[in-house]
T-cell receptor
Framework: GAVVSQHPSRVICKSGTSVKIECRSLDFQATTMFWYRQFPKQSLMLMATSNEGSKATYEQGVEKDKFLINHASLTLSTLTVTSAHPEDSSFYIC?????????????FGPGTRLTVL | AQKITQTQPGMFVQEKEAVTLDCTYDTSDPSYGLFWYKQPSSGEMIFLIYQGSYDQQNATEGRYSLNFQKARKSANLVISASQLGDSAMYFCASWGSAGGTSYGKLTFGQGTILTVHP
C-alpha cells in the first residue's frame, strides 16, 4: 500500500530557531501533499496544500512567511517553521494524494511532534 | 464549502458490544466522499472506511460499516464487536468535487474519543 513517512518524528528546539519537517511518499508519486496541524484532543486543521513544482496554497490565517513549504519533487515536501516560538508547539501531519487517486484517498504520514522551549 | 459535525466528544462501550459514532455533513458539492479515520494515542491517522456520494450500498470493511443516509446528510460509523484496541479518537472527514483550491482537500469533524471498557 501507499506509505508516507515523516522526519523527524519528534523535535525539541529553542525559541527563535527554525525547524524543517520532511514528508516523503515512499512507494508512489504524489502531485499534491497537504500539511495539517493538530493540538491535543482537537481536530486536524489544514495549513496548506502543496503541489509539486508550484507555490503552496495556504489556508486563511496561516502565515506564509512563518510556515515555509517546498514541494521540490513528486515524492518530497518540506515544512519549515521559521523562528519558532512556544505557541508553534503542536503535532504536524502531512498527507499525500496519488497521481491517479482511487476514491480520492489521502495517505497520512505518522506525524511530527514539535516542542518549542 | 464542506462542514462536518461530530456531536459526541466522548463515547464509552463495553468490549464485544457494538457502538455507533455520529457524523453529519453539509455540502453543496454535487459529488463528494466521506471518510472515517482512527487516531490512536501514537498520533497516526488510520484509514477505516470510505463512502462515495453515488455509492448505492453502504460501505463495509470488516467490523466497520458506514450507515450512509444521504437525505439526512449523515454518515455514521458502526463498529461491531468492540475490542480494547479500538480505544482511540475517531474522525469523520469529507472530500468535495469543487474545483480550484478546494479540490482534494479534506474537511475534518471535531472528533470523538472512544473508550472501550473490558
Amino acid at each position: 500500500g501507499a506509505v508516507v513517512s515523516q522526519h523527524p518524528s519528534r523535535v525539541i528546539c529553542k525559541s527563535g530557531t527554525s525547524v524543517k519537517i520532511e514528508c516523503r511518499s515512499l512507494d508512489f508519486q504524489a502531485t499534491t501533499m497537504f500539511w495539517y496541524r493538530q493540538f491535543p484532543k482537537q481536530s486536524l486543521m489544514l495549513m496548506a496544500t502543496s503541489n509539486e513544482g508550484s507555490k503552496a496554497t495556504y489556508e486563511q490565517g496561516v502565515e506564509k512567511d512563518k510556515f515555509l513549504i517546498n514541494h521540490a519533487s513528486l515524492t518530497l515536501s518540506t515544512l519549515t517553521v521559521t523562528s519558532a516560538h512556544p505557541e508553534d508547539s503542536s503535532f504536524y501531519i502531512c498527507s499525500a494524494r496519488t497521481l491517479t487517486p482511487l476514491d480520492n484517498e489521502q495517505f497520512f504520514g505518522p506525524g511530527t511532534r514539535l516542542t518549542v522551549l | 464549502a464542506q462542514k462536518i459535525t461530530q456531536t459526541q466528544p466522548g463515547m464509552f462501550v463495553q468490549e464485544k458490544e457494538a457502538v455507533t459514532l455520529d457524523c453529519t455533513y453539509d455540502t453543496s458539492d454535487p459529488s463528494y466522499g466521506l471518510f472515517w479515520y482512527k487516531q490512536p494515542s501514537s498520533g497516526e491517522m488510520i484509514f477505516l472506511i470510505y463512502q462515495g456520494s453515488y455509492d448505492q450500498q453502504n460501505a463495509t470493511e470488516g467490523r466497520y460499516s458506514l450507515n450512509f443516509q444521504k437525505a439526512r446528510k449523515s454518515a455514521n460509523l458502526v463498529i461491531s464487536a468492540s475490542q480494547l484496541g479500538d480505544s482511540a479518537m475517531y474522525f469523520c472527514a469529507s472530500w468535495g468535487s469543487a474545483g480550484g483550491t478546494s479540490y482534494g482537500k479534506l474537511t475534518f469533524g471535531q472528533g470523538t474519543i472512544l473508550t472501550v471498557h473490558p
